[in-house]
């Protein structure tokens, strides 16, 4: 459920227009894998993107405690 959670405020980031997916990952929009209490974020090396996925970190570490 939690990883829900964060999922779901990671969507956020996939809206973004610079967002770039890598080229195997674009049909599918992956962005994300999530196993268990494992998590892989997948993104370019842009500052902007890795901002946006910190803050979304943290907001979801300040929800869950």
């Known amino acids: ?3 829900k959670y ?3 405020l990671l969507a956020r980031i996939q809206e973004e ?3 770039e997916y890598h ?3 674009n049909r599918v929009k992956l962005s994300q894998l ?3 209490d494992d998590l ?3 993104c370019g090396g842009d500052t902007y993107l890795v901002k946006w996925i910190i ?3 943290n907001t979801f570490n ?3 405690g």
């Open 34 to 36: 999530a196993y268990a």
């Open 1 to 3: 459920i939690c990883l």
């Open 55 to 57: 803050r979304a970190y």
């Open 23 to 25: 080229p195997l990952c």
């Open 17 to 19: 227009p610079s967002l």
């Open 6 to 8: 964060l999922s779901r």
């Open 62 to 64: 300040q929800s869950s």
């Open 40 to 42: 892989m974020l997948i």
